[in-house]
């Protein structure tokens, strides 16, 4: 089983660092590791942010484990150059298109929530973001407008065979659960969501057991913040499920816990925390390496068929916080490897 590591920029490195740490430390027979540069760190080192050699390792293994791109020193690059892309490559190039963002309160941490602990406690709920399309992928540019002002645009779509996928995913996600998926999207305004809310509830009929219900986006992050035990499963499209999954980090105490799965129709998949590359604290082993070590986790469990290693992995970091580990992030002192030992010593 080969597990490509590609920890790209900022605090990237550093997390996947303690991420590899805890797999070696479960010692899996057979697992091996080959690393290639992504991001702002293969621009700077191969001139460009998805090198071929990073794609082809990518395709080569059975799973990736992912750290985090976005580097400063880039912002001034044409778009195709930037760190941005190397992710977005990977997700499309690999049809990476369905992105699972669990969201579940540890009840040691309901304090580090900006929410009130008795609302922030109850979040057990799972984001099944689409990732292949949506406004991030349209046709974008910029121009003139006939006044000769500048004007850029990004245009929105969906196709009916992009939605029954990601449909399927969601539906199978919340029959696993409580049986309810919340499909949300921007229905009252537009086309891309109406359409999205046609496949959704024809996709239903498949699933009788699950119980669907709709929500629009604006709704949906309010309803986030002010009872966000109501949700099961959401399923939404790129654009809407990348704002709202920041939004339920936050709501559980902080971005630094949450781990996702970017899966293609296959079972292969990306693993990386949501969170990005927090160049602001890079190299001071400020950041928490655990929203990586769950991403770890979640692949040995939906890539690599090690159920019950992914589950001495979870358990090891429920007992890390529960014996009182906090990096910075929640309010605590620990550094980055400071954390992964705690994790280690709790396997
Ligand atoms: C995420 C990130 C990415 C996204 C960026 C880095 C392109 O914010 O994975 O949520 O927008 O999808
Ligand atoms: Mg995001």
Known sequence: MLVALLPGDGIGPEVIAEARRVLDALAIPGLAFEEAPV???????KGHPLPPETLDLARRADAILFGAVGDPTCDALERHLRPEQAILGLRKELTLFSNLRPAKCFPELADASTLRPE????????IVRELNGDVYFGEKGMRKTADGLREGYDIMSYDEGEVRRIAHSAFKAAQARRGLLCSVDKANVLETSQLWRDVVIEVHADYPDVQLSHMYVDNAAMQLVRNPGQFDVIVTGNLFGDILSDQASMCVGSIGLLASASLDANGKGLYEPIHGSAPDIAGQGRA???ATILS????????????HEADRIDHA???????????ADIAGGMSTSEMGDAVIAAL
Do not use: Q
């Open 39 to 45: 991001g702002g760190a293969a621009y700077h080192a």
């Open 119 to 126: 609302v922030a406690c109850a979040i057990d709920l799972l």
């Open 288 to 290: 928490n390496p655990l």
């Open 296 to 307: 770890a986790a979640m692949m040995l469990r939906f890539s690599l068929g090690l159920a």
């Open 317 to 327: 970091v429920a007992r890390a916080l529960a014996g009182g580990a906090r990096t």
